[in-house]
């Protein structure tokens, strides 16, 4: 289905054992608007619902000893299934620790998905066979958090709000911190002074080019000072 601005909607399954966790914040929002207007289709999948015994087990110990337990490749895969469209455009990503560290091109990239399919991992994490049948493995960051299901809160948020008519204007996004490798130039609303801070004179003179040219420099410096490194990429 496409919108009526004629971009692609992203249907986002999250594979949980947690999907409550979801609630508040997907029901907030930008990323609730973004679902009224038909823009981002979120689905949860409770992978509870996939265990066989009569607990619903879908976990088990790790083969070799060590403590915690495994979500089990069998299960896991079985969501998948249930979910999984038969589109190039389908994308798996196993959340995890250990994979690529998820940025802003990253996002760009997924962007053009008509499906992404999260798995969500917990306590000591999948089965390594799972990563025969997944396309990714995305990590936020190098540190290790109970369960991927705030990974992929920050996936979804992300992704979502660079889909056309998610945010407000499109030069909103253009403008942003990360585009053309530089932080966002510092920003002042009401009041003109606080605490004896003024608001650099320049955006209050309606010279919209010195204005812009004033953006660019500061973005720069700002750039040089907080994140060298963006320049040199
Ligand atoms: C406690 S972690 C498992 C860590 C695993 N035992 C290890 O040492 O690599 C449980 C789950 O949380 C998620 N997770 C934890 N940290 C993450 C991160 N930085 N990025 C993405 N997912 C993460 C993954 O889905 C993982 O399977």
């Given at each position: 289905m496409k919108n009526e601005i004629n971009i692609p909607n992203i249907q986002f399954d999250i594979i949980t054992l947690f999907p409550q966790i979801f609630d508040s914040v997907f029901?907030?929002?930008?990323?609730?608007?973004?679902?009224?207007?038909?823009?981002?289709?979120?689905?949860?999948?409770?992978?509870?619902?996939f265990g066989e015994d009569r607990h619903k087990t879908v976990d088990a110990k790790?083969?070799?000893?060590?403590?915690?337990?495994?979500?089990?490749?069998?299960?896991?895969?079985?969501?998948?299934?249930?979910?999984?469209?038969?589109?190039?455009?389908?994308?798996t990503i196993l959340l995890s620790p250990q994979g690529k560290t998820f940025n802003q091109k990253t996002a760009k990239k997924l962007k053009s998905s008509e499906q992404i399919i999260l798995i969500c991992g917990h306590y000591e994490g999948v089965d390594e066979r799972i990563k025969n049948f997944i396309d990714d493995e995305i990590s936020i960051g190098d540190y290790v958090l109970t369960g991927g299901e705030i990974p992929a809160m920050v996936l979804i948020d992300t992704v979502s709000r660079l889909i056309g008519g998610v945010v407000g204007k499109k030069n909103s996004i253009k403008e942003e911190t990360f585009e053309r490798s530089l932080l966002k130039y510092p920003q002042y609303a009401k009041p003109l002074e606080f605490e004896g801070l003024i608001v650099p004179k320049v955006l209050l003179s309606g010279n919209h080019q010195e204005i812009e040219k004033w953006r660019v420099t500061q973005s720069l410096k700002k750039t040089k000072i907080l994140r060298p490194d963006l320049l040199k990429a």
């Open positions: 029901s907030q929002s930008i990323i609730l608007k973004a679902q009224e207007k038909g823009l981002v289709k979120i689905n949860l999948i409770n992978l509870r619902d790790p083969y070799g000893g060590g403590s915690g337990m495994v979500l089990r490749v069998d299960i896991l895969l079985k969501s998948l299934k249930s979910v999984k469209k038969i589109s190039k455009k389908s994308k």
